[in-house]
């Protein structure tokens, strides 16, 4: 690990490029990972957003960016960064170009000029802020949504597993993809910088806890989420060159219900189904180990 | 152009728009201030308000790092809430046994 | 040093590009398009043209990239047609609500169920509402003529809109004629380089474009509206430039009336049918009727004066529409009938390509006079 | 708010009147303030939109008032009901705006801690609308809330309108933390 | 067994899609249209409605959904808003095109850039050409009403044409307000089931759909053209079928006039603001002043007789459009103009959700007389 | 494998769905693999097409299909199969859905519709016929174009390597994916059967050379596929499970130049360019030959 | 609908199609004929034509599979090529010496 | 085809005169049947489309005959020239709709093999054009044909004009091959 990189809560840089005073929930985490992305990123950043919650930071008069942000639409933040590539390079303009979206405008409805910028290996960051579900619309079903979880949509639970995004975007051969939370924040700005510095294009998935969508407390979002990690949920890792490697091993892992009872969406699940999810973590986490944590997923 | 024509069109008297002159690359809907958003007072969302015990606190960062809005400010010599954008979340209360929430009166 | 050649609608479109000196091309194919992405691709391989060719997965992203290079204050370019151009509508609204000088060609083609291949204007009608303005060329020296002109006018700060210029499918992409090419001196001269104040992504000075307004969105709306406006006067002085340049004015902008002085009888039309249509005139002329066209070059702009001047004294008025919105009518003749407060015939033909031609224009001449919506089939 | 605003125009058919009710939405974010609407008529109802100068405006949460200023423009026989825990008369005294008006101010949080133990008196806050105005009857009211709370536990349901059935006593019988003007 | 409730818009849209027994629900969520969706799906997890609910990966391809399980002999819903029927463009022709009868609801919002959540009609009128039939809804009974009347005139033998309902984002679709919701038993009997001849895919009777054409193109407009015409007299039957049953007619189809046999003045309007405007000439007559109001309710067709028989008589008329065409004017006005070869005034108000209400009716009605555009803010 | 697979060329067979008297061109592969396909798919099959070559099989009023056909528009292949999959089961229709579009279609604009209908696991058989760019439109560069390949916009030769469109679709841990090619009929209709078994999605990447795009005789078709494959260039393989399994290994491999230099769209590869292509398909099979030709690439 | 008024609309002048009435579920573009293209002559693409020694040819089925025309048929008894669809590609020439090709004449 | 069509439109315009010149794409697809289109005046050409009553019908693949039906309804005047080893007798037998036009039977493929070594006569077939009807001068011919032609090689090049200077020659000497009226 390089010098640059931060080892500790206070090694975070001070300097904020997304102020306050915006109409995010209380408590959004998604904003969070904004804000926090944005310090290692520092001022020569260009914001790229896909509609979703994220939009409505900027409400005409104000901003609460100290950078440049432009959104389009919601399906088109790979496209745009691929032109803003180019036409930054042609104004001798020197930024990274964040991608920031949503799961929604990444799995579903952006996913194909997602592909089309990974196939040209565009050097953008692309942070997918997952709240896993259309939450700006109020958190409808989206392939990002975890099997089981309730929405507007599925009220009795979705049934398919959620898409593997991560694994999608490996199979596109772009030089990094990493997974993330805000609850994690040394890691996932490490992340950050790993991907600022890689030439070519950057995923991070970052799970973002979503109070009103799940269903908690605006209070709770950083323990819902070291608790996604914690039960061994959401896996922390990075993809480079094929090679996945985890970059945080929960000891012990805590029970999957933990989690799931802390939320709202999953309150329909009875104790089986529960006991059924604790399976299929225990099993992916046994396979895991059976590798070290590390191992090949593209040849 | 001629001066008095704008946002008209020469000898084009089709359209009436009351009040409102064309304002060329200020009608453009861009917000040009970075940071104009700290106008808005989103402390009114507050039902909590959470206040550190600047005494007892370590300086540890956490709860300014999980802010969501940015609104706790830390420097080696204080740390404090800009209660204008605190929206009390909760989120610093629920990190810290420095930080208490009592309810907005 | 201007050089006369053979080349295709398609073709001049890629010289207009090449001689504004377009930067970013992003791109996408469909026939009949895509002889201009590929005359611009080869340019551009041999080093002829300096500019970024962007192949994009679908044509949204191709006028998202657009969208987004242009807001970055580059000057950009695309091509593309018929459902090329449907996927795109979304963002067609995007692009010109950031008043963002994005010059894209339509080569029109009707749309599809069921599949055609040739030309009818309904593609390029369905933005009409887009804020875009909107050319029709009649020829392939008017399409690199328009190409070159469009960001003069777009990028005016009385218009700040983005422009779509239409070639006729088949009719002028595919076919060859005579087309002056002015030299890049002459051009370098009349158009200046793009540098804008009102959208620029450039850390230095931070912006926030393209979010939520609340009750200033009619506002906003109204300055589209008034830049469309403005757009007629500064389409006319462009053009009068223009004309001192190469001799060619295109009628001064916005509508081209043919031997319309003494006609008691005309036809509206416009696109590359307008040819055909004038050696009718000329034809029935020779003939001793007094017969005129009136041949609109902007949609939008919609040119009611022009309109109004050209066929006020007109007895007899049919509109040729080479579409038809169902449930409505002729998409022209609604605007023209509108415009002018006086009944027109409206007759609608050569839908997916069917072909007109002179005994068809003939017979349209000898049926005007009735308020009613006649098939040319 | 929302649900209040239901309630109303539930009820409200039930009494075999016409009305309309709709919130007003803004980003509907999760801690901001929002404003519902109802209009209540005899007949069908043509007026649509935004109520600007309503008969009764009902404050839920009095700090809406530093962020928009809700009082301007009142009608002069507007009733105003307030969610508070102030008194009518330090209320007036702080805004001036609304002298003239018939303002109560009412705790209904208080009800609602004591009822439910929570502090939503979005249910409680129409017993004192009721007792104020007899815009609803109670049959109705007490209809409405069964079913526009029918996801909820009915034991949540029976308590809400127990809260609201004291407010509204706590008005009809003069009680205390009303203050007529 | 009618039933009365309190019910959204967007409720009263679910409710019709129910009862008319939709089989197959493609969907995206998009505001101020989720709800519709959302109640579709709750109905269809508790049993209560029997479809399969297909939450697809954009509204592109909610419509090539659409598409598809229609031309498979199935009977489909969906409803989308503004950026998501943009995104539908491409694929709204192809619909049409294969005459499938699908029913869809959009609830208007205005379009971005910028971006706003709030009512205009500026994304309907977009569609205007693309084959669909269009109505407009003043209120939330006659969203649920339009919706079942709506699978009887589309699913028509002379019509085959998808229809689009619109109903206004936030005036109706948030808004409560009584509805008579039909029994089941009534609408199966109004209602029968869907068995299509013309689109089939089934291997009993292989038919190859959606391919090219050469020169029949314009046949298979025109027919479509005819059909658009054919379904005048549909939609008027079958209003005054359901008027038989439920006792509302919505003035037996395409428009409706409001006191306008002695007016002097009078507007023309679409969607829920008729109804403010309603109380306005309500305030006004009390007044003694002779003012009316007519209710475009279907755009497509366009009911041009309709707006002639109600309207020819009064002096001076104005039209509300809330949408723009920039570079043309009030798209509504437009047509209006052209159909009945006078001048209008043409207001442009309420774009992006901004408020009208009586007194600016009240200030229009004053402002009636001359053929100018004009904006109300 | 199962009694019901083909051994030999002449267990396919005999009827056919697809007859001649359409447009395609002279020795058109793409045609040749409908062909193929619908010959052990049989009469109870619908097909549903993405715009390409293949849309002007049936143009009014002739179709040369003898089972239904639907085209609605080149990016909604899978959207549609999703939408007919619950239209044909309400209607009682059994019967397979087949998904048959080209490479720019699936690919690129494609994609997204295609990764929705994965994600819902709908059971369809989508075949991605691959001629490797836009063919219909005049052989533009796709994201499917194989590196150095030259086409119409890109004269100089393609700069990015193709997208890994199986990896992809493996990644959305469908039931089955495969490549193919109808110079090898047999395994290619072996997987089209296996295709029809699975219950869900199956995806197969069919290369079809294209005497037109890739500049041949049209009689050479054929053996391009078998020198494609013959020089290890087009894998054949089957991903069932995350494990890839190759379903033909060339005894020896034949000079990668001996392909390439057949094609008018490789002609201006120079001795060297070819040698470095030589070295990357060299590298690739002594990978896969260490893994023993068989390997997972999903965990 | 009342007959004669079919493709109008009821008081509906506003339209003229000349010698097109409506022709309702027959005027949508489905082709219901399967197989029809047979009737389409590609055979005159063919440039050279190819035939088939049917005495030596050993039945392997290779050219009747590759045919993208379909246009080989075969029995045990016979093989032969449907000229009217074989469009002269070569594949079959290509890939089995018993079959030979001509300039077409 | 289309090369023939572009070498005519471009020689056209160095000799000064207007020109026009299109295919028409159907399908376009290899094996396919196509047509092209050349219009010529002495000024600027109005006239668009789809040719239906040329002056000048070429055929390069007598085939064409049995798809399209290209004799009918041509102008009384037209000049047909059209590539086939056929003479003009025989084939005016064979085709009595154009008995009393003037036809041309070149066999412009067999020159083609001969000079170029391949059946490709859609240069060599202008040169008969030239010597028949003069229509475009021969260096306006020649500076058009290396215009046209420029990615392929110079000997290619010299080739075709070889050849189609011999075909121009055939005819103006009245040579074997062409048979006038
Ligand atoms: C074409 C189109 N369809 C639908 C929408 C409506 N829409 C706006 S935000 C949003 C939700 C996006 O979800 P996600 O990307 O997960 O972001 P989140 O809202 O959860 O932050 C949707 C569906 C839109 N803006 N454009
Ligand atoms: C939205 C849209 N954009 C572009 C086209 C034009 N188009 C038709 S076919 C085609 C090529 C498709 O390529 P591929 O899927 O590889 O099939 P192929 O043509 O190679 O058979 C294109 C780009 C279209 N029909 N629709
Ligand atoms: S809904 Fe969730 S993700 Fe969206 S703003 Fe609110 S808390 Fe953030
Ligand atoms: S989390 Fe607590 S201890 Fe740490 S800086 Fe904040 S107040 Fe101080
Ligand atoms: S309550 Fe929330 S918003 Fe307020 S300071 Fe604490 S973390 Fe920040
Ligand atoms: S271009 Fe290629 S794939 Fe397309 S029809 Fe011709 S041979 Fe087949
Ligand atoms: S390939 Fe040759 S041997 Fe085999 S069946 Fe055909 S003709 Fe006979
Ligand atoms: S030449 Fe081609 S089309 Fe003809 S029979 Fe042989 S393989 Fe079939
Ligand atoms: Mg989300
Ligand atoms: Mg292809």
Redesign the pocket.
């Known amino acids: 690990m390089k010098d640059s990189y931060l080892k500790k809560l206070t090694d975070i840089p001070m300097e904020d490029y997304l102020v306050g005073g915006h109409v995010a929930c209380q408590g959004c985490s998604a904003s969070l990972g904004l804000r926090l992305a944005l310090k290692v990123l520092g001022k020569d950043t260009v914001v790229i957003n896909g509609s979703g919650c994220m939009t409505l930071l900027p409400v005409y008069p104000t901003t609460p960016l100290r950078v440049p942000w432009i959104h389009l639409a919601i399906e088109n933040t790979g496209a745009a960064g691929t032109a803003l590539y180019y036409a930054l390079r042609r104004k001798n303009i020197k930024a990274n170009i964040l991608g920031y979206a949503g799961d929604g405008a990444t799995y579903d409805i952006g996913l194909q000029s997602l592909s089309g910028a990974a196939e040209k290996n565009i050097d953008m960051i692309y942070i997918c802020y997952n709240n896993q579900s259309f939450g700006n619309t109020g958190h409808q079903r989206a392939s990002s949504t975890p099997r089981a979880s309730s929405t507007s949509t599925t009220p009795g639970g979705k049934v398919e597993v959620e898409k593997d995004m991560p694994a999608i975007m490996a199979a596109h051969r772009i030089p990094y993809v990493a997974t993330a939370c805000p609850s994690y924040p040394v890691d996932f700005l490490n992340k950050v910088k790993r991907a600022a510095e890689v030439k070519g294009m950057a995923y991070i998935d970052l799970l973002v806890p979503c109070p009103v969508g799940w269903g908690f407390d605006p209070s709770e979002g950083i323990d819902i989420g070291r608790l996604a990690v914690r039960t061994g949920i959401w896996k922390l890792y990075e993809i480079v060159d094929g090679r996945v490697n985890l970059t945080y091993i929960p000891k012990k892992r805590r029970g999957v219900s933990e989690y799931l009872r802390a939320q709202g969406r999953f309150s329909h699940l009875s104790e089986e189904d529960i006991g059924a999810i604790q399976e299929e973590v225990d099993e992916a986490w046994e396979g895991l180990e059976a590798r070290g944590y590390e191992y090949e997923i593209m040849v | 152009m001629r001066a008095g024509d704008r946002g008209r069109g020469r000898g084009d008297r089709e359209m009436r728009i009351i009040n409102i002159s064309y304002d060329g690359a200020n009608g453009v809907p861009v917000i040009r201030e970075p940071a104009s958003a700290l106008k808005n007072n989103t402390g009114t969302w507050r039902v909590f308000r959470p206040t550190i015990d600047s005494d007892r606190c370590v300086r540890c960062g956490k709860c300014w790092v999980f802010c969501p809005e940015g609104a706790i400010h830390v420097s080696d010599a204080d740390i404090w809430i800009d209660y204008d954008h605190c929206k009390g979340c909760g989120i610093c209360v629920n990190g810290c046994r420095f930080i208490t929430a009592q309810r907005e009166v | 040093m201007n050089t006369r050649r053979m080349i295709t609608g398609n073709g001049a479109a890629a010289w207009g590009a090449r001689l504004a000196r377009a930067e970013i091309i992003p791109n996408?194919?469909?026939?009949p398009q895509t002889a201009i992405i590929e005359e611009i691709a080869s340019w551009i391989a041999s080093g002829e043209m300096d500019a970024d060719f962007l192949p994009m997965e679908?044509?949204h992203s191709v006028q998202s990239a657009l969208a987004a290079a242009s807001s970055a204050g580059t000057r950009v370019f695309s091509a593309t047609s018929s459902?090329?151009l449907?996927?795109m509508t979304e963002m067609m609204f995007v692009t010109s609500g950031l008043r963002l000088p994005v010059i894209m060609v339509n080569v029109s083609r009707g749309l599809s169920a069921p599949i055609t291949l040739w030309s009818d204007h309904n593609d390029v009608l369905v933005q009409r509402d887009s804020g875009w303005l909107q050319i029709f060329c009649s020829n392939n020296q008017e399409v690199l003529d328009s190409v070159v002109m469009g960001y003069k006018i777009a990028e005016d700060s009385e218009v700040l809109l983005p422009m779509m210029i239409n070639l006729d499918g088949f009719t002028l992409s595919a076919t060859r004629e005579p087309v002056e090419i002015p030299s890049q001196d002459e051009i370098d001269d009349f158009l200046p380089a793009y540098n804008p104040t009102h959208t620029i992504l450039d850390p230095k000075y931070p912006m926030s474009m393209g979010g939520a307004v609340f009750d200033e969105y009619m506002y906003f709306r109204s300055q589209q509206r008034m830049a469309m406006c403005n757009s007629k006067d500064v389409i006319t002085d462009v053009c009068a430039e223009w004309e001192k340049m190469t001799g060619r004015g295109w009628a001064c902008g916005l509508v081209e009336p043919y031997c319309l002085e003494d006609s008691e009888r005309a036809l509206l039309i416009c696109g590359s049918e307008s040819a055909t249509l004038k050696y009718t005139v000329d034809k029935l002329r020779a003939d001793g009727e007094k017969v005129g066209m009136l041949r609109l070059r902007t949609m939008r702009p919609f040119p009611c004066e022009g309109i109004t001047d050209a066929l006020s004294d007109v007895e007899k008025i049919g509109v040729i529409d080479q579409d038809i919105s169902p449930g409505s009518g002729g998409i022209i003749a609604t605007e023209v009938k509108a415009c002018l407060g006086r009944s027109v015939t409206s007759f609608i033909a050569g839908l997916g390509g069917r072909r007109i031609g002179v005994e068809k224009y003939e017979k349209i001449f000898g049926r005007l006079g009735q308020d009613v919506e006649e098939w040319i089939f | 708010m929302v649900v209040t605003s239901r309630i109303l125009g539930t009820a409200t058919l039930y009494d075999g009147l016409y009305a309309q009710d709709f919130p007003l939405y803004g980003a509907a974010r999760r801690g901001a303030p929002v404003m519902a609407f109802v209009r209540i008529d005899a007949g069908p109802i043509l007026l649509r939109g935004y109520i600007a100068k309503p008969d009764i405006l009902m404050l839920l949460d009095e700090s809406i008032i530093e962020v928009k200023d809700v009082f301007s423009n009142l009608p002069a026989d507007c009733t105003i009901i307030i969610n508070t825990t102030r008194n009518t008369r330090d209320f007036k005294a702080a805004h001036p705006e609304i002298k003239y008006l018939r303002v109560f101010c009412v705790d209904g949080t208080g009800i609602a801690l004591e009822y439910l133990k929570k502090p939503i008196p979005n249910v409680v806050i129409i017993g004192f609308l009721i007792g104020i105005t007899h815009l609803i009857t109670v049959d109705a009211f007490k209809k409405a809330v069964r079913d526009e709370l029918k996801k909820y536990p009915p034991d949540l349901i029976d308590k809400n309108i127990a809260g609201a059935l004291k407010a509204c006593e706590l008005v009809t019988g003069a009680g205390a933390g009303v203050t007529a003007r």
Chains 1, 6 share one sequence.
Do not use: A
Not at chain 3, 28 to 31: A, Q, V, Y
């Open positions: 996408f194919p469909i026939t679908s044509e459902q090329g449907m996927l």
